[in-house]
């Protein structure tokens, strides 16, 4: 399965029927979160029935597609789901506990509630919210795929606008010509990453570059009025800022992931909980710029599209330990250069991406843990089969901060 984006183009009346749907998932949601609080054992075919009973009750609930309403019901129990699922894991810290959503960005529609045009170059929302027909805006080649593929349509609100999004069902996965290479991965700091070869991509810090702009804009917000016009358009302004490097940062993750991916037939990469060390609050901020998460994800992700071993390996030592002899050389962060007495001496990264690989070669296929579901690897973009084209979309959980 892939996710097609496209700008949705439309007039503002249309525009605040959008956010109007939106506002009307956020409270079916939230209702149905409350059901769950105040109703032990209750399931989620409980959540759907009560999705209609909101329909009955509330006039605006009722002019918003059926199966838009299921899929608010569904947000609910997945949120649930996922808070016990972690208490039977026993993940260490907070469980998720399941909260109520104060920002909404987004509506789903399921196989009804809207229509495409012959050309598929606009589509209609056809329930009782006016949405309307809204003009498609973007490169994907829509007219290769038959409607019955489409298995749901979103539409997302970001900074820069509104998008409509389609999932559509279609083998992802693309042949192509094995290489023979084998390639550990150290990613860092100073350098994105450090490959067992030697060979280091530098950073490109876009929070860093970025950061500076960022500080004017929140200085214009901080000066505005409290609920007045002109500070929402600087909070605008500064949301699409944030939004810009969002974007740089998944662009050139999704690059390097690719080309890493189809140059080696296996590719290993430390089993970092990134989560962990963002306290250290030190390094946090250069951490999240990195953005190690992302480009594992896309990682896993292209190794599913493209028939490659992904191993995850325990990150354990693999500075400490020579690469050579096996032996423990305890340094610090601040040594940047492994010497070991049997004569080896290697830059740290790069002596901690080989006993990556040399530990992944022990292995057999993905070890360790998955980030994204490899049964389900739709809910990530990607390139149309044979299309040649590259199109930025992103997960709407990783937009610019709420604000």
Known sequence: MIILEFKAKGQESQYSAIDE????????????IRLWLENKGTGKSDLSRYSKILAKEFPFANELNSTARQAASERAWSSIVRFYDNCKKKVPGKKGFPRFQKLARSVEYKKSGWKLSPDKKSITFTDKKGIGKLKLKGTWDLWRFDKKQINRVRIVKRADGYY????????????????GEMVGLDVGIKEFYTDSNGHSEPNPRFYRKGEKRLKFYQRRVSRKKKGSSNRKKAVNRLSRQHLKISRQRQEHAKRIARCVIRSNDLVAYEDLR??????????????????????????????????????AVNPAYTSQNCSECGEVVKK????????????????????????????AISTTGHVGTWIINPNASGDLASTVLDSGQVQQVESMNEESPRL
């Open 21 to 32: 749907a939106i506002r009307t998932v956020k409270f079916i949601r939230n209702s149905c």
């Open 164 to 179: 409509v999004q389609f999932c559509v069902a279609v083998n992802v996965k693309e042949e192509v010509e094995h290489t």
């Open 274 to 311: 990134v989560k962990n060390l963002v306290k250290n609050h030190c390094l946090a901020k250069s951490i999240n710029d990195a953005g190690w998460y992302q480009f594992r994800k896309w990682l896993e992700h292209f190794g599913t599209k493209f028939d490659r071993v992904t191993v």
């Open 332 to 359: 610090s962060l601040s040594t940047r250069t492994h010497v070991c007495e049997c004569g080896c001496e290697l830059d740290r990264d790069h002596n901690a991406a080989i006993n990556i690989r040399n530990r």
